[in-house]
Each structure stands twice: as C-alpha cells, then as structure tokens.
C-alpha cells in the first residue's frame, strides 16, 4: 500500500499549493471588466428619457395599436383590425417597468445624496410612465413592485385608485423638491429639457393637472383639492408657460432616428390616418389637416381620406388614402411630444368649465386651440375658432365636448394620451370595429392586454383580473376605474 | 489512438525489463535476432504499408504462437522468440478490433508468465518471471530439429472459405521448425490452388488472406482443403476513456461507445456532430437547418439541465470549444458549431462517454458526457501515404408542400366572389378585389399582400403582375423548388506518417468546399494536422499534436424570422404562389419600371437581391492541440505533463444593400472580431503494479489549471454616406459599438485507482476538487467523486460457454459539480452600444444578482451488462441510467413588475432516468461469401422536472416564440405552452357566434422531448464490396413550426385549399357556445386567417417523429500487388439524408420533423422557416500508397 500513502501525500501538496497560492487572485479575475457597478445618475436619466420615448411614442403604441385605439392612425395592410401579439406586449411591459426600476434606482441614490433636484425630476419621470403604464393596463403592481432585490419576485397587484393616489402623492413631493433651491445639476443626460429644472418643475406640476383631470370624474374631491394645489399657487407650483413644451427631439441620424419615421421610412407604408381624424378635420376645415395628413398620393387637388379600422383591404387602398403628414411622420430629426402646451389649456378648460376651478373657461379652450395651431405654423387661429363646429357656444355641455375634441386633435402624436381621454370623455365617439373577434365590441379596447408572461409568473395576483374574461375580452378587458362611460362594451 | 500519452509507463516498464534481461541473452538469440530483423527488414521494405498501426484479433483458447503469428501478420512487425519460451504461456482469450499493437500486445501478455519488448517495429518475447529448467537447453533441441534436412519436396492445397468457395490470392508462408516465419511463400491462384517445393519437415504452413482468420497448418505431401473462418464481427474491446486512456473494456465500469473514424469519414457530413446521429445509443442530435454552416444540437441521456446540456468535446485529451452562435427566432446568422471545425479525415475514433461516470475526472462540464476524439498519430507505418477524395451533390430532400390553386391576393375565393359579387364576372371580380399589380406597394389591388389568398389558379384569368399587364394567372407549381441549387461538397485530404526509430508522426492536409443549395451560399474550410512523438529515450516521450484550421465563408444563409432576412421566410410562405421564380431570378439586379427593385412585391427583397447582396460572411482560424511529455520515474512511476489549447478568432460582417427594403440610407453592415481561447494545463502522477498475481493497480493522481479568455468587438453602421461602402468611417450617423471581454479560471486537483482482480473483477475511484472564479469565495471549492465497479462473470464464475461467450455487469455511481458564467454574482449597469449626441446611457441590470451562489451538483448511477453469445454471432450491450442534477444555478423569469427579468438562483432538480440498449449480430457468415452485420443502438429517456423553486409553478426555457417552452415540476422538461382551441366536455371544438373557433390561452400543447431514439446499422460484406446503410429514427418530441402555423394563414399550405372549402367555404366541425351543433358557414379566410389564429399554436404543433435513411455506403476496395506502389484503392457511392421514410401525420406542411433552432435551450421545440435539408449523393475515392 506504499503507492497508495504516495498518493495521499502527492494530493495533501497539489491541494495546499493549488488552494493557497493560486485561488487569491480569483475575486479581483471575476469583477466584470464591462460593466460597472456604479454608473452616473444622468446617463441613467437619459436612458429612461429615451426608453419612455421610443417605446410609448414609438411604432407600436404610437402609430399602431394605441395609434388606432386613438382614432388617429389606422393599419392599411395585414390585420386592418386591432390586434395583439403577446411577444409584443410583453416588450412593452417590460420596458417601462425597467424604466421605472432605473428611476427608482437613481430616486432613492439622489435622496441619500441630497441631489433633490435629480430626484424630483427622476420621481417625475418615473409619476408620468407610471400613470402611463397604469392607464394601459388598469391595476397592476405599484406598491409592492420594484422589489426584486428585496426579495419581492411576485408583487401584489394594487388597484388603479390606488395607484393614481399614490401617483398624486408622488408629484406633490417632487413639486416640494423643485422648491428646495438644491444647486445639483441634472447633467448632459438631460436630453429632455437641456438641464432646465425649472421647466422641470413645470412639467412636474402640469402633470399634477393632468393626472388630476383623468381623476376627476370617479374622485372630484381629490381632482379639485389637487388642481386647486397647482393653480392656487403658481409661484410655488408653476405649470408650464405659453409656448413651452416637453418634447423630445431626436437627432435624427442613425440609430436615434426619430421612431415614427424609422417605421414609415423602414419597414414599409404600413400605417395611413384613421377616417375618425381625418373626416373631424375635414369637417372642420381644420387648417392642421395637411400638416397631420398628407393628400391623397397623385389626387389633384389635393384631397385627405382616411382609413376605416376594420374594414377589410379590399375596400381601400393605400393608394387612396392619406398617409401620415410630413412633419410627423417623415423626419429624421423629429419630435416626440410628451405634454404640450395646448393641453395644458384644455385641462385648465376643462377645470374651470366643470367647475373643478375657477377661470374662464371660454379663454382657456381659445387658447388651447391657438397654441395647437401655433405650435402647427399656423398663425393665425382667428378664423378657425369662429367656425360653427369650433367656436365657444352658449350651450355647456356642447362647449365641454369641444374641449374634449380639440383636445384630442391637439394631441395628436400622443396617441396614448388620446386614447385614455376619448376612454374618459368619449369623444370623439368611436366607430365599432365590424371585424372578426372584435365583432361584438362597440368601442375600442378598454385597456391593453396584460402579457401572457405575467399569468405565468405573477399568476396568483393576476388571475383575479382575468376571471370571466374570455378569448376576445381577454384582450379587451374591463374599463379603467377613470372610465365611467356607461353602456359600452 | 493516443497511445504515446497514455500506454507509455506500461511500455516504458517492458522496455526496462528488457535492458535487464538483454545482456544474459545468448548469442544464439542474438544471431537468430539479426537474421530475423533483415527478412523483416526485407518484408517491410516490400510491403511498407504492411506496418499498420491498428490490428484486430479475435482469439478463443488460441496457444500464444498463434497469438504472435497473427499479430506479425496484421501489424507487419517482426516477433522474435524462443518457441522453449512459448510453452510456458497460457492460451490467449481476447478480441479487440482495430486496436493499436501495445495495446493488443497487452492484452495478450497480461497474466503470462512472459513479456515482451517492442522496439522500432521488433516484438521480442523476453522471460518474465524466471524460466521453468526445460527452457535453459531449449537451443540444443532447437538446433537439431534445424539440422534435419528432410521434409517434403513438394507440398499442395487449396485454400477455400467455409462454404466451400476458392479463395484466390490467399498468402502461404513457411514457418521452419523452430516457429520462425521464413522468407518462403507462394499465393494461391484463381482456384484457390497453391504448390510450394522443399518444405521442412516439422513445418507449419502460414495461410492468410484479408477479412479472414489466418491459421496454420502442418505441411503435408498433400493439404487438400484449407478452410479459412472469416473475422468475426469483434467488440469494440479497446475503448478510450477518460483522460484519454485506453482500457479494455473489460476493466470498464460506465458504458462507453465508440465510432471508428473510418465511419465518420465514410459518408462526410460537414457537421461532425449530425455524423453521430443514430450511431450511438442515447445520442440525440438536432441540427439547425439545411443551411450550409448551420450548428447541431447534440446530448447525451436527456436534458440534465436549464443551462447548457450539450457534452464536453475532448480532442487528444485536452477540451476544445463547441461554441456556438445564440440563434433566436427573430435575428442570427447560424455561424455553426465548434465542434464542427474538427474534420473527420483526422479522426481515428470518436468515444462516448456517456454518463457522469465516464467523466469525472474532466470536471464540471462533463456533466452532460464527454466526446472524446482520438487523431491519428502515424505510429506503425514506416512511410504511408493516403489520399481520400470524395464529390457530393447536395439537393433539397425534404420539400414543404404547397398549394397550387390559388395565387397572391385576399379573397379571391370563388366563395366569396359568389358571396360578395355574384353578379361580377370571376375576370373582373378577381382585378378589383382580389388581386392587380400596380406598383407592388398598395398601389393596385392587394399588390403588397404577401398571402396567396387571391383568385384561382389556371382558371382563364388574366391579371396585371410584376411582369405585365394582362397575364395569364396560372400556377408554378415548383416555385419554392427551384429557388434551392445543387449544391456542391468536394473533401480532399492527404496524408503522410511516418515511423522511426526514435520518432513517429503523421501530417495531414484538407481541404474542404462547400456551396449551399441555397443561391449564393458557401463554406470553405482548409485543415491541417500534425502528429509527431519523440522517444529519445526508453524513459521519455514527448508529443504534439496540432490541427490548424482556416474555416470561411463570404455568406451564410441568414435563418429565421424577418421579412427579407432568411430568404426563404418569404419564398417558403409569405409568397404568391403563381411567382415565377425564374423571372425573380433573371432580374433580380434590375430595377422595374418604376425604379424599384425588380421583385414580385415592394414589401420584401427579391430572394436572389437578399441572398446575393445581402450577405453574412465569416472568417474563423483556429488552433488546437496539445504537447505533453512523459518521464518514467521507475518501473511503475511515470511523470506526465500536457498542455492544451484552443484559440480562435474569428471575423464576421453582415451586410445590407442599398436596394434592400431592409436598407435604410445606403445601406447598412456590422462587423464582429471575436478572439476566444481555452488553455489547459495538467501534471499527472501516473502508477501501475501488479500487487500481486491477483492483484494489479493503476491509478493517477494530478492537478489541472483551466483558462477561458473571450473577447469581441462589435461596429455597425445603420446607415452609410456613399452607398454600399461597407467601412465604418463611411456611417452616416452613428457608429453602434461594443467590447466585452471575459475571463474564468478553474484550478483542480483530481485522482484516480483503478484495481483490478484476477482480471475479472475491477474497482475504478475517481476524485476531483475544483476551485472555480465564478463563484463567490466561500462556495469556490467543491469536491466530487465517482465510483465504478465491473465484473466479469464469465471468468469469475467460470461459466464461459458456445452459448454466452462473455458476460459482464458492472455498476457505477458518480457526482460531478459545476460552476457558471464569470460576472454574475454582482450587479452591474449597461452601457448603451451608441451615444445620444455623446451621452452613453446606463441601465441598471436586468438580472436580479444570487446572494450566495452555490455549485451545481449532478449525481448519476447506472448499471449495466454486455453479453455475447456464439462466439460473438449475437451480442448486447444494455444500460439503466439515473441521473440528478440538483441546487442547478439557473435564471429564473420574473415578473418584469420587480425592476428585473431574471434572478440568478440556486434551484431545481431535475432527473433523467433511462435505458440504453446497444443489440449486434452477423445473422449472415459465409466464409468468403456474404456477410452481414447489423447493429441496433435504441436508447429511452425519462425526464422529470422533480422541483424548480418554492413558489416557482414553471420556468421558461427561452423567451417566448409565441409558445413558451417551460419546465414544470412534475412533468417533462420542455412542456410546450400556447392557445389551444377551446372545446367542450366531449372535445369538440367551441366556436363563437361567427362561426369561428374560439381560443384559450396558457394550454399545454406537447412536449418537446422524444419517447425514444434509435438507429439500425447494416453491414454487408461479399469479398471487396461493402454495402452498408444506416437507419435513424425518432418517436415522439413535439415542436411548434412556424412555417406551419403562418403558412396555414398566408394561404400556401395544401390544407388551405383542401376539401373545396375556397369554393363552397366551410363549417368548423364543433358546437357553438350554447352547445348547439355548429352551422355557421365561413370563408377559408375567415377560419385560417381570422385574428383568432394569432392566439392560436394547436394547429402548428408537430410530432417529430421520423424515420429517415440517414447513410447508405457501397464501397469497393482493391488490396493491390504490395510491390506496387499503389497498394490499395477503395471506391465509394456515398449518400447521406438519403429519405425521410416516416413523418407524422401532423406535419402537414412537411419540413424537417428532426429539425430545431440553434444549439442551445433557447431554441428548443420551435421551427422557423427552415431551410430545408439537403440529400447528399456522391463518389468517395480512397488510395494508400
């Protein structure tokens, strides 16, 4: 047995050697050489910034899907109905629920580090993709979400109420930190607002406005208390002033081409304007018609006709349609429009015609209409407001859905925004989809569906929300607690 | 076979008893030496190629003479003994097929009482243990029996087979008295008739001829018939094991299974990996797509685990990488497999370790099996030269089937004109709602949709298209078809080995020339090899061995899912089927008359536009190889120590023309530089004794370093200046970029005893502790054993019989730990790969970090036997296996509502359990006629997902391809997740107040894994001709198929237009929500395009079960004059995917049922558009000079 002692002692020194001297440099040999462990809030901000954008005002939520929801950009090809793909929906979901991690991230670094200024721009941020996420899918995870590395891998669903008070809570706070005069700067990742934390502060309190509004037809004492916060005290809550905007505009050069001209340029001409917009704005004779819509291709004069969602392709052509308007649509360097000031005037209208405020209503709704003109190149506002369809009438009721209607003319590019006020206000209404699964609906989806992963992953929190709907409601959904049309379905 | 690293101390410590024992030789020895060694000489000179390097032997109770005449036969080396010495042995029982001479020389002296020395090419018996007192004037009586000069003046036979048969060209030697081989011989003719003159009296007659056993006879007068038995078909005796260590299989306690090289070489699949398919028993491969290049899934036993589950692939002892590309459905360039690099013209033999067992001595990543592949060294020949040329044509076998009634368009159904406008003319109904070309953009009618939803076919229309207004509409039935070529394989190698005195070596040159079936695509590949040992002295040897490989390509086809991406995503579905695809092919560099790209829609790229200009091309060199030296510290002590490497790097750019309608401003192109690299380093403690005459060790012990370096570099130009200028300072806009690099270590110290008793019983203990980087420092060690225990019952038990000749059982137990990724234990912020207007964006990861990462631990056990009856006529090979891997560090999904997609953890367990059955036999032997060898591999997997983690119902194994593949405890690992129809308590399908069936979501749907695996092999010999053919199939394993499921909405599937439902529309066979029988009828398009088929996957899920013709060989071989310079000449038809003999009925868009999507867990269980897979017919030319 002599070898086999030989072996055991042979194995006690390669062990010792091997143990000992060489394992000390593995901790430093596994540190990732890529990637840091710490990373600098601004460039963590412009990541959101651009996350947000490219996926809210990007191709699928812009132009499709909530695109047509909105009653503003319509399918001219394959599926010329509202559709779904899973696959789709949950790299939606995911990638505003990574913006709002990030933002957290940087929120709670900023608070410990006393820049308030990040901080109240990233709970900004972070209030504006959350009400966001919230009006796409109803109830879904807010107070327990976020969580991961705590430990929370299947956070509780909380009800869009609640969301929408935390939401509120939120932005008051952040509005409280504009105010506390920090010096820290936001940095070259401020790729929204150049580093401006006063427009920060406006935006952060005209959000404040608009998340009060959507509010205010299941909760007017909290829409009220919050929109008399703002507007009562504009020194300390200022909203944002005539002409400004809160707009991202891309570069325009490659990869950070503006999306919507990425897809129409790209992949094929497969989106044209919805009939619901293009017929109100003929109708109107709405100046804002060619720079939406381009004519018709070859029509002479030109002409603007709209595709009707769900009818099917043999009953158009692209040809014979309008396809999305140059300035929109087909530049590079354009623009995405996250809160104008347009609506900024038509919450404040809205406000003061239902009482929720005090202000001249009538003022409000003319001065919403010019800014969206304005901000359209088009000076002169005079002779469109006294058109018969659009002028201030004596009639209340007739007045607030005309607020509503400029409102959703203004905000177009917005499409998300424009689909939760025509859920809310029903205006304008919306055509039935006499299509397929889609046959038995008389409005557009109530929400979005929520992605099949999530039934997989978080299935006990979800179910709930599911029960009883089948097939084609699965996709539809229940109506938003802010939604309080009634006889829809 | 690798026996200079691993047969060494065993041959070193003969070469030491030989120097004792040399000087006491006599002188007599020594002239009778001399004399030997010059007819030796002589005879090599005469016959060089004599000097094989492998030998086959099959002896049952055969006297030691015998032994060492048929071993002189076979391998061309000169035995020298003393016959006084051979009665002392004990007759030889042992088989062994194409072994290497130590090894074969081992085998017949284990347990003699003799051993032997080898040395340039002379064997030398050699007393061992004392001579017995007859033997010490053994040369007196030797003399005299030399000094009587009798004998026969004439001696005359025939030599005949079994049946009877002459055998011509048999060899007839003279043996003298004194057992030497004399210079004497003569061959029979064409009768089979011989004569020699003056024979000696008390001589032997030699008599061999190729494929026969050889025997010998006393010399008489007159010798009537001499019969000779053809070989028998032998065992895979010697196997190669771990560490690359030759065993007898005996003495092995795990199944091993080993290919000959020769096989893997016969009927040459580019991709090494699909050449095992059906050879081996519980092997499953899975390739990626009849694109040229294209990677293959294989594994061993089952899924073990929710990581990687492919075997570690050894060449000559030392890892070599099997990376591959991560192809998803939607993006990659399928760039291959590693392991396909390895080209089999170096192979000698490929081993499969199956189990954990068989590996635990290569460390974590032999977890799923190791393959082990042996190069050819050149020991043997003194100066061999083989050329081996093959030229196969590779055509598109298994053809998706299409519809061929109705063309591009939407409801062009006669349905629903008669529904819709009854009162049109078909002519005029068809050009304002169905279909008009226009300008293929919207223009006309339809004239984007890329569907064949659109009028009839042949039906008289005539209707404006690409190529002209007012054209007949009629169909093109082969359209798909002849968009695919013949491609073209050529291989050549060339050879040259080498031996001498104090050095042995091979060199090897190959070339290799591929072009796809697909327009345009291509793959090259130059290797070349080099083996060379050194023995400077008796106690030292030294090795290199070294492949260097240039493996290029200036496009591979682009697979998968994207509208002009993988070309045949639209020529394979997404299509009109009245294309001509002549016309796509004789224009596509032209634009049409309206300056578009000359295609039969603007929405996607003309097929040849996006195969010739649209390209992805690769440039890879790679080095791999080994060098060790042995020292032998004393007889029974040997010193080892090798160093590995693998390194390559590798070049790849894919390119978008300008003209593609994937092209935004110029066109667009990315270029990757990836440099990887794995070294090993290792010394061994090597021992071997014989403990007693029962008792014998040998065993190692050694220590292991392991480094993997990775490093890439990425640019991409989205958009370029001047157009179609593929460099990077021509972007217009930004330029995408990125680095990585990696680094991981492993330290390990390991062990190993094998015992053995009596040669019947064998004990084998592994050990194995590493150290790994990757793991947080407190669970950094991990330790791992295995135990194997194989018994011989035959011999210990003495129950030897005809009947059952051999029978072994053998068990074993074995463990081994696995590490992880580098980096992945603390969390980290992404960069973005390019800045908004100079500002890098971070994000914070996506992956939830492990608190305290443990190793994984795969525990396995198996037991099995090897039986063989009639003297090896029938023989099996069976296998129980239990396999567990437990504490799996695995990314689980979470809710992306936490912040993060995954978290790392520590979890589940998964176990395989199975059976293995390997079943041969020669049914047919007809000594010098016809024989018939057939060998059946069968193998049963049993997988279960025991647990995931507390409060984890299911894990994804990939992302979602529209059905999720997850592994759910309880059941098998890939249960397949999607919409299913919704049906009623009797399973009637439900259907809505339209008439169409409603969906469910979140079904399970099948499950990718196989009921069993198998493979018949069949072997016929008749004189030179051999005919061999293997069959391989498959039961069982679902997959979703892309191409089924959109070719089934887009309208080219047969089924689309079956049963008259575009003419007279359709009832879904089912009831309505209310229970009541449906009656509702609907259009074709209604039930296969509506919304609903988006949710649903039912429909698209295919048993992939198949039974396919994998390899058929004819081959002849001429074994020429040995004076010649050619010496032998083997003439093959080759084919290879020859047919797919079964599919399931649910294939019914008929693609590849074996078919899969990358390599890894990723693309389990989903098809997407594939591209179909080639037959390859062709000729293969072998010479040795």
Known sequence: MKHVIAFRKSIAVICMVAASACTSKFDALNVDPNNPTDAPATNILARSIQSITGTLFGERLGISYIGFFAGHTAPSTFGATYEYRDEIVTGQWSALYYVLSDCQKVINQSAAEGNTNMQAVMMTVKAFTAQYITDMWGDVPYTEALKGEEGVTRPAYDSQETIYRALLAELAQAAGLFNQGSIDRLGEGDILLQGDVGKWQRFCNTLRLRVAMRVSNVDPALATETIAAVLNNPADNPVLAPGEEVRLTWPGSSPYNEPWFTYLTGTGPWYAMNATIIDTLKAYGDPRLPEYAQPVPDSEPAAYAGLKTGRPSSEFSLNNSSRIGTRYGYRAAGISPWLRYAEVCFLKAEAFARGLATGDAADAYREGVAASLEENGIGDAATYLARPQVAWTVDDAENLRRIYLQKWIALFKQSHEAWSESRRTDVPLMEAIPFEYNKSHTRPPFRYPYPTEEVSLNGEHIEPYLEGLENGDRFWGRQMWWDTRSGVH | ?1185
């Open chain 2, 1 to 1185: 076979m690798n026996l200079s690293i691993h047969a060494d101390s065993a041959v070193q410590n003969i070469f030491r008893r030989r120097s004792r024992v040399i000087d006491n030789i006599p002188s007599y020895l020594i002239a009778m030496k001399l004399t030997i060694f010059m007819i030796v000489a002589l005879n090599v000179q005469v016959s060089a190629n004599a000097l094989a390097q492998r030998i086959s032997l099959h002896l049952k109770n055969q006297p030691m003479e015998y032994a060492l005449n048929e071993l002189q036969r076979q391998s061309g080396y000169a035995v020298i003994y003393n016959p006084e010495y051979l009665k002392i042995t004990h007759p030889v029982t042992l088989s062994v097929k194409d072994a290497a001479v130590e090894n074969a020389l081992k085998l017949i002296f284990a347990n003699q009482p003799v051993s032997y020395t080898l040395e340039r090419g002379v064997i030398t018996i050699v007393p061992d243990r004392g001579l017995p007192a007859a033997a010490t004037d053994s040369h007196r009586r030797a003399k005299a029996a030399e000094s009587r000069i009798q004998g026969f003046p004439e001696v005359r036979g025939r030599v005949v087979d079994s049946l009877g048969q002459p055998l011509a060209g048999a060899s007839i030697r003279v043996i003298n008295a004194t057992g030497q081989r004399t210079t004497r011989q003569t061959t029979t003719d064409v009768n089979g008739y011989f004569a020699l003159t003056e024979v000696p009296d008390n001589a032997m007659l030699e008599v061999t001829y190729v494929g026969y056993v050889a025997r010998q006879v006393r010399a008489a007068a007159t010798m009537g018939n001499i019969v000779l038995q053809a070989e028998s078909a032998g065992l895979d005796e010697v196997v190669v094991t771990a560490l690359g260590i030759s065993r007898s299989k005996k003495a092995v306690g795990y199944a091993v299974q080993e290919v000959a090289g020769e096989e893997l070489a016969q009927s040459r699949d580019i991709n090494l990996v699909n050449a095992l398919s059906g050879k081996i028993a519980g092997v499953q491969v899975t390739n990626s797509g009849g694109a040229v290049g294209s990677s293959s899934r294989i594994v061993i036993r089952g899924n073990n685990s929710f990581g990687d589950n492919q075997p570690l692939f050894v060449v000559d002892g030392v890892p070599v990488m099997n990376n591959s590309t991560s192809v998803t459905r939607s993006a990659g360039v399928d760039y291959g497999n590693g392991a396909a690099d390895i080209d089999p013209n170096n192979i000698e033999s490929v081993s499969v370790l199956k189990g954990a067992n068989a590996a635990a001595l290569y460390g974590s990543r032999a977890a799923n099996g190791v393959i082990l592949i042996t190069t050819k060294k050149g020991a043997g020949a003194k100066l061999g030269i083989d050329v081996s040329s093959s030229l196969t044509a590779d055509n598109v076998y298994i053809m998706p089937k299409y519809q061929n009634e109705y063309g591009q368009g939407l409801y062009g159904s006669e349905y629903l004109w008669q529904l819709r406008q009854p009162d049109m003319a078909y002519q005029d109904y068809a050009r304002t709602y169905s279909y008009n070309y226009v300008d293929g953009r919207g223009g006309g009618v339809n004239d984007m949709i890329d569907e064949s939803w659109g009028p009839r076919l042949d039906a008289g229309l005539h209707i404006d298209q690409f190529f002209g207004d007012d054209q007949p509409w009629i169909a093109h039935p082969d359209n798909v078809k002849s968009f695919f070529d013949t491609g073209i394989t050529s291989d050549n190698n060339i050879s040259l080995s080498s031996a001498g005195e104090h050095a042995f070596g091979r060199l090897s040159l190959s070339n290799l020339n591929v072009t796809g079936s697909l327009p345009n695509t291509e793959l090259y590949q130059n290797t070349v090899n080099f083996s060379g040992t050194l023995m400077p002295s008796k106690r030292f040897r030294a090795e290199v061995n070294v492949t260097y490989l240039k493996r290029y390509s200036d496009n591979l086809a682009r697979g998968q899912y994207g509208s002009s991406e993988n070309p045949f995503m639209s020529v394979g579905g997404w299509f009109g089927r009245q294309v001509d695809m002549n016309l796509l092919k004789q224009h596509w560099a032209e634009n049409d008359a309206l300056g578009n790209p000359y295609n039969w829609q603007q929405g996607v790229d003309n097929p040849y536009l996006a195969s010739y200009k649209n390209t992805n091309a690769m440039n890879k060199g790679r080095v791999f190889g080994n060098v060790n030296a042995t020292f032998d510290i004393n007889d029974w002590l040997s010193l080892k120590g090798v160093v590995g490497t693998d390194y390559y790097d590798e070049f790849r750019q894919d390119v978008t023309n300008s003209r593609s309608t994937r092209s935004r401003v110029g066109g667009s192109f990315g270029q990757t530089m990836i440099t990887s690299s794995e070294t090993n380093a290792d010394v061994l403690l090597l021992a071997k004794k014989e403990l007693s005459s029962a008792f014998a060790i040998d065993g190692l012990i050694g220590a292991n370093i392991r480094n993997n370096k990775y490093r890439s570099m990425w640019v991409n130009a989205g958009e370029l200046t001047v157009p179609d200028l593929y460099t990077i300072s021509n972007v217009k806009g930004n330029v995408s970029s990125s680095t990585y690099f990696s680094e991981k270590e492993t330290q390990s110290v390991y062990a190993s005893a094998n015992l053995s008793y009596n040669n019947y019983l064998f004990l084998s203990l592994t050990g194995r502790n590493d150290w790994s980087s990757t793991l947080p420092a407190n669970n950094r060690s991990f330790f791992y054993p295995s135990a194997t225990l194989g018994y011989v019952f035959t011999d210990g038990l003495d129950l030897g019989s005809s009947v059952l000749s051999y029978g072994k059982v053998r068990a074993g137990w074995a463990q081994v730990g696995n590490d992880t990724d580098p980096y992945r234990t603390v969390a980290t912020y992404a960069p973005s790969s390019s800045t908004w207007n100079g500002v890098t964006f971070y994000s914070y990861t996506r992956q939830i970090p492990p608190l305290n990462l443990k190793p994984e631990i795969t525990s396995s056990f198996e037991v099995g036997t090897e039986l063989r009856f009639w003297n090896d006529r029938l023989w099996l090979d069976a296998t129980y296996y239990h396999m567990a891997t437990k504490n799996q560090i695995m990314s689980v999904d979470v809710s992306r509502t936490t912040g993060f997609g995954s978290s790392l953890i520590n979890a589940g367990n998964i176990q395989n359990q199975g059976v293995e059955i390997q079943l041969g036999g020669r049914p047919v032997d007809k000594n010098g006629g016809l024989r018939w060898d057939v060998n059946v591999n069968w193998a049963a997997n049993r997988n279960k997902v025991v647990e995931l983690y507390p409060g984890i119902e299911s894990l994804d194994l990939g992302p979602a391809n529209n059905v999720i593949i997850q592994a759910m405890p309880g059941k098998p690992f890939g249960q397949i997740i999607g919409g299913a129809y919704q049906r009623d308590g009797d399973g009637r399908i439900v259907v809505n107040a339209q008439g169409v069936p409603n969906v469910v979501s979140n079904q399970v749907l099948g499950n990718i894994l196989p009921r069993w695996t198998g493979g018949v092999s069949n072997t016929l010999h008749y004189k030179n001709l051999l005919l061999s053919f293997l069959v391989d199939m498959r039961w069982g394993g679902d997959f979703f198929s892309y191409t089924t499921w959109h070719n089934l909405a887009n309208g080219t599937l047969p089924a689309t237009t079956a049963n008259g439902v575009r003419e007279n529309g359709m009832i879904v066979a089912g009831v309505k929500e209310d229970g009541s029988v449906n009656d509702i009828r609907i259009s074709a398009e209604d039930y296969f395009r509506g919304g609903y088929v988006w949710d649903l996957h039912e429909n698209s899920i295919i048993d992939g079960s198949y039974i396919k013709l994998r390899e058929v060989v004819l081959g002849y071989t001429w074994q020429l004059k040995a004076n010649k310079y050619l010496k032998k000449a083997t003439f093959s038809l080759v084919g290879r995917n020859l047919a797919l003999l079964y599919t399931h009925k649910s294939n019914i868009a008929h693609i590849d049922p074996e078919t899969g999507m990358g390599v890894g867990n990723n693309g389990l269980g989903v098809e997407v558009y594939q591209i179909p897979p080639t037959r390859s017919v062709g000729l293969k030319v072998q010479l040795g000079f």
